[in-house]
């Protein structure tokens, strides 16, 4: 499985942005693809994720209720729609994706074994 994220830049406070994940390999039945970010001088942390079969989506306390996960199956894209976006959103992002994760460990980094390049996202007091 290989993913390529795209979509970020600067922007404002409050602003909005869509990053995008292409996925491609081999078919994602099973799997669940997640975002994940990372600051500078910080860990990784989950933001979310969505199970390819069925479409669940489960997010970070954090951007619950501002940022939306979606797939594309027949192009095999995963989406992740941020608004209102705060100085605090400012990381690389990651999209990621996994296979025959449980749920009470699909937020774990270390669950998923395909990752693709980051996209910086800025946001700007």
């Known amino acids: 499985v290989q993913l390529q994220a795209s979509g970020g830049g600067l922007v404002q406070t409050g602003a909005s942005l869509r990053l995008s994940c292409a996925v491609s390999?081999?078919?994602?039945?099973?799997?669940?693809v997640g975002w994940f970010r990372q600051a500078p001088g910080e860990e990784r942390e989950f933001v979310s994720g969505?199970?390819?079969?069925?479409?669940?989506?489960f997010y970070a306390d954090s951007v619950k209720g501002r940022f939306t996960i979606s797939r594309d199956i027949a192009n095999k894209m995963v989406y992740l729609q941020m608004n209102s976006l705060k100085a605090e959103d400012t990381a690389v992002y990651f999209c990621?994706?996994?296979?025959?994760?449980?749920?009470?460990?699909?937020?774990?980094?270390?669950?998923?074994?395909?990752w693709g390049q980051g996209t910086l996202v800025t946001v700007s007091s």
């Open positions: 390999g081999r078919t994602l039945h099973g799997y669940h």
């Open positions: 969505i199970k390819w079969s069925g479409g669940t989506t």
């Open positions: 990621a994706a996994g296979y025959g994760i449980i749920v009470t460990t699909r937020t774990r980094a270390d669950m998923y074994g395909y």
